[in-house]
């Protein structure tokens, strides 16, 4: 057994509860265990004459125990009951201080009058004298882990301690270490001046100074990112050998649907469609993210690839979030292809069960040659004739089991066009989706307006209200978006009905409609499109518009309880109102008091228009690992290295990766098979 599979059961000194507890921190093998790094370091070598210890300042005194006293009593101290006090003299040879501990009675065994140790702790002021409240505590003379060093600070389970995490870190480090492999190709350490991989392990836990720590740290951020890295280009090498259905692009037909759009494109929308184009002609699959804030306008792109797709006699998917959505695009692409003879068609659940068999029949046969759909896409019975490309809209609302499903269902490897408006930075992209080729749209259509943001407290609603009697006399339409939490619990749309009644009363004659996820599909159609034909001045949903919706003259949205969003949607509701030339308002109604996250949060969508800076600002505020935790799929989750704070680190690591599989694609030269043997070790549990 090497050190990457031995439990850690097997260290001297874990029994099962110990076990336990490591298991809940995600180690389970030694090697995990080594993998485990502290998130900090103290610097425990500041070693202080007594006298000259002063409050507040933590440090480290030798001395020689010259007076114990234990106490047994009861009492209550800062809310805790207090149930001994165990106090000792320590003095060296310019002073004396007492320590102190609480309920820890049993230490009164183990020091004893005459005894010399080394404590560590903060001094504070206790009856009018410098103490040491609850000291570390180790015999001098044997070598330390735990003071008069440099010392890891570990996350914890709540069944040890930091000091039994280093004994056992080090019993493990002692026992295992000729069975650890070396995880970087000799060359690249080279080059880089890295230590080897022991050493690097015992210089992060156990470092001998500033410097060595620090060192293994970067060899450990460039290691992981470096891994992560060649899992992306091992990926991307694979598809590449994998026969995809060359679809060639037919630059008159291109031309056609291009004098169908009312509209010029972007210069970005025209290097998009370029790419994928070029895509789309190559002998093994397209595999690309298209990303780009909510309304710059990645529907239209998608469709030149299906146009081309049908054009070569191949049949196209796209599957959607919504059904909206789906009959949004059927409208978008029969525009485009009204000249020509495809048949687009919408498939959802909703639709009557006769008619759902009569599209999957007609898919099977090829009558059909781009079909729209919710989840009802990846469903058994759909088959396709000829399917040459799918397409993937609002990725992130798909789960990563939905998304690998629908293009598994064909023999073929069909081309795939991933599209989202999560604005990720770009290096997160990389790191995150690095299997994917990545294009980002990065201008908005001419002519769009700066939203104008108000952001006011409850006092202002009339003011707010008569602002929006404005806008409706001006002929604007407007959403009022209201916080359903569980669109599933009836309190919480009762009082969605509370508001719909008081709105209804207070803007007579407009009428305002409602718009939520309980609502049956056909009704939801029939309220999408009175809304559309203006027949509905105001309408008041929950954030099922968050999706997609597109209804240019709805220029004006208000959003009740602000608070309770997160900036990622507040972000994509206000693209509801940038869809055309009318300037748009986009107000706030908050509570009166909120928490310095929400306020933060508020401040940052009401002063920022960019999805990309909205995005950042957003890992700010909520860190990586929530941020991370919806988006990241098959790549394992990192330990130390963090892609925005390492962006430099990514870069460089993303090209030694890039050459080694380059030269090397089935990693099979001898100073690569290191790299072999930690894919193995590091991807074991987290490949999907
Ligand atoms: P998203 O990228 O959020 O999916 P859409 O594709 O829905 O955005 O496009 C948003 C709106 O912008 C649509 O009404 C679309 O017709 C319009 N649009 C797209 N491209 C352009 C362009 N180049 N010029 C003007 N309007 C455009
Ligand atoms: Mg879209």
């Avoid at 004893?112 to 003379?141: A, M, Q, T």
């Avoid at 301690?161 to 492999?181: C, E, P, T, W």
Wanted: with cysteine.
């Amino acid at each position: 057994m090497t050190m990457k599979d031995t439990p850690v059961r097997y260290i001297k000194g874990v029994g099962p509860k110990k076990e336990a507890g490591f298991n809940d921190l995600g180690v389970y093998t030694v090697g995990d265990l080594l993998y485990y790094f502290p998130f900090r370091y103290e610097d425990r070598r500041l070693l202080k004459k007594i006298k000259e210890l002063s409050g507040d300042q933590a440090a480290l005194v030798k001395g020689e125990v010259v007076a114990c006293n234990l106490k047994n009593m009861s009492y209550f101290r800062r809310a805790k009951k207090v149930k001994s006090i165990f106090e000792i003299g320590l003095a060296d040879n310019s002073g004396r201080i007492n320590c102190v501990w609480f309920n820890q009675g049993y230490l009164s065994d183990k020091i004893k009058v005459g005894d010399k140790i080394v404590v560590y702790g903060k001094p504070r002021v206790s009856d009018g004298r410098l103490k040491l409240i609850s000291p570390e505590y180790e015999y001098f003379g044997n070598e330390s882990l735990n003071l008069d060093r440099i010392v890891g600070i570990y996350s914890l389970s709540s069944v040890f301690n930091q000091k039994f995490m280093r004994k056992i870190l080090s019993v493990a480090f002692r026992h295992y270490k000729d069975g650890i492999f070396e995880s970087l190709p000799f060359y690249i350490r080279q080059q880089k001046s890295f230590p080897n991989i022991v050493k690097s392990l015992n210089s992060i836990h156990f470092p001998d100074c500033w410097q060595a720590a620090e060192k293994a740290r970067e060899k450990f951020i460039f290691e992981e990112l470096f891994f992560s890295q060649i899992l992306v280009y091992l990926r991307k090498s694979k598809r590449q050998f994998r026969k995809g259905i060359v679809l060639k692009s037919n630059n008159e037909f291109i031309n056609k649907l291009k004098n169908n759009l009312v509209f010029e494109l972007t210069s970005s929308q025209k290097e998009a469609v370029s790419k994928i184009l070029g895509d789309l002609a190559k002998s093994y699959p397209m595999h690309r993210l298209l990303q780009g804030d909510v309304g710059c306008g990645k529907t239209v792109v998608s469709a030149f690839a299906a146009g081309i797709c049908v054009d070569c006699g191949y049949q196209a998917a796209v599957m959607v979030p919504t059904e909206i959505l789906a009959y949004q695009h059927k409208e978008t692409l029969d525009r485009m292809f009204k000249e020509t003879r495809f048949r687009v068609e919408v498939v959802t659940s909703s639709l009557p069960r006769a008619k759902i068999k009569k599209i999957h029949n007609d898919l099977e046969t090829g009558k059909i040659n781009i079909i729209i759909g919710t989840h009802a896409l990846i469903q058994e019975e759909v088959k396709f004739k000829k399917i040459g490309l799918v397409i993937i809209d609002e990725q992130h609302k798909f789960g990563v089991a939905q998304r690998a499903l629908l293009p598994k269902k064909t023999e073929t490897n069909p081309h795939c066009l991933v599209m989202s408006a999560t604005p990720i930075p770009r290096s997160l992209a990389l790191s995150l989706y690095g299997d994917l080729d990545l294009t980002v749209i990065k201008d908005m259509p001419q002519g769009r307006k700066i939203p104008n943001n108000i952001w006011v407290k409850e006092n202002k609603r009339q003011w707010v209200y008569s602002f929006l009697r404005d806008k409706l006399k001006e002929k604007r339409q407007i959403y009022v978006v209201y916080p359903v939490i569980e669109e599933n619990q009836d309190q919480d749309l009762k009082s969605l009905e509370v508001m719909y009644k008081d709105l209804s009363k207070k803007f007579s004659p407009y009428s305002v409609g409602m718009f939520h996820g309980r609502m049956k599909p056909l009704e939801k159609l029939e309220v999408i499109d009175k809304f559309k034909k203006n027949d509905i001045h105001i309408l008041l949903s929950t954030t099922v518009v968050e999706v997609g919706v597109n209804i240019e003259n709805a220029t004006v949205m208000l959003v009740e309880n602000p608070e309770r969003f997160g900036l990622a949607q507040l972000h994509q509701l206000r693209g509801r109102i940038q869809r055309s030339n009318h300037q748009p308002h986009f107000i706030l109604i908050s509570k009166n008091d909120l928490s310095d996250v929400a306020s933060r949060r508020l401040d940052v969508i009401s002063s920022v228009t960019d999805g990309f800076k909205i995005a950042e600002e957003d890992l700010i505020i909520r860190g990586p690992g929530d941020f991370f935790g919806h988006i990241q799929h098959g790549i394992p989750k990192l330990r130390i290295a963090s892609p925005l704070r390492d962006l430099e680190v990514l870069k460089e690591a993303r090209l030694f990766a890039y050459n080694v599989i380059k030269n090397d694609p089935y990693l099979e030269k001898p100073q690569h098979k290191c790299i072999r043997e930690h894919l193995g070790f590091w991807f074991q549990k987290t490949e999907d």
